[in-house]
């Protein structure tokens, strides 16, 4: 049976929880913290597309067993009744025997109705039929297409799954932007809050002017938008990640990391990037759909050789008159034949068969060609994209230094009345722009990554499986 991932993690969350805790505690503790493989884990075992996908993989398992099937006796029972309405009448013509006319004869015989009735009331008849094919070579080359279909199945499953990958760590890629961007709205937001309370306060006190209150006031409430759309950001980001995941939506979820930690992993997993194309999901499809048109190729080439099949029949038969359900009367009866069938000509159908067959492989010949220039192209700039978020995130990091040493240097000139507030106000501004900018890079390049890895379709699905027998 498979494992419940859902279950298993909200059992250690809560038997993680003590018994003695705050209710407050106990709300926050409703959140469920989640890595990144765990989502990815809970998504391959609940997401009803990767169900779908396995169910194909079965349905066309049993459609090979059919065929497998035309390969083993075909029995059946038989049974008949049928009723004489008018007997057929024989006459015979004597005359010829003995050297006469036989026209003569044939002529008073009908004339005298002098025929003789033949047959029965009733006409029964009951048995087995048996056949299996001996020498069917078309019916063995569809078992090697039928296999083809089977791997056709399972890379569609494949594929399936490692666009379900891609599209959860673009979620939860995304929810970290919302977290780290709603983080450092906050905290504009606090700055904007308690600058605006002091001034209250020293307004109150007369050392400030109204107008300095309501500039400070005007600041808080030009944040107040941005936090509310980072918020609803976030509640849309875990509504994703929950409908990827098969899961509940009014059960929050929380990632374990921020965005700013995929940095130091960020220059080896670059200089590491695989350019190989051969577990391209659409190259192996294409391969697959070549080798099935070989394989019909094949089917069609075999038309023009003989079938051979073994025949069986076991029958018992009855006849009798009046009553249909008297004078039973049954007589066995049993015969074992073959039956060979060559084909000679069918109005050239097979020919014409044979060469669109031929057609369709060589299409496909070109079709990989061309598809395979086409990945490397979009290899080749997937990883030119990589590389250049790369330099934009250590652009955006020396940026984000810059600007938190300038906003202390300006709190700390602000503090003396070196500065004004509007100078303060503008370095924690440009300090909440490179923050925020550094987030998006990191999230552009961890969003280029997955891309690139669904295009080169080299994911290790076996990391995220998981079955508990």
Known sequence: MKFNFLGAIAASVALSMPLTMPAQEVAQNDTLVLSLDQCITIALNENPTIKIADMEIERVDYSKKEILGQLLPNISFNGQYSRTVEKQTMYMSMGSLGGGSSDA?????????????????????????????????????????SDSQIMQSIETARKSRLSLINQVKSAYYSLLLAEDSYNVILENYNNALFNQEVYQKQYE?????????LRTSVAVKNVEPELLQAEIAIKQARLQLSILMGMNATLPIKADVSLADYETTMYDNTLSISRSIENNTDLRMLDIQTNQLNNALKIQKMAWYPTLALTANYNWTSMSNGNMFKNFTWTPYSTVGVTLSFPIFQGGQRYSKIKQARIQVDEMTWQRENLERTINMQVDL??????MNVQQIASCAESVNQADKAHDIMERSFQIGAASYLDLRDSELALTRARLAYYQAIYNYLIANSNLELLLGNADIEKYSSTNE
Not at 382 to 387: F, P, R, V
């Open 105 to 145: 004869s044939e002529s008073g015989s009908s004339s005298g109705k002098t025929g003789i009735q033949v047959g029965l009331d009733n006409s029964y008849s009951l048995g087995f039929s048996a056949s299996m094919p001996i020498i069917a070579p078309q019916l063995w080359a569809t078992l090697k297409l």
């Open 205 to 213: 006190a007369g050392v400030a002017s109204e107008y300095d209150v």
């Open 382 to 387: 997937a990883i030119d994209n990589i590389q």
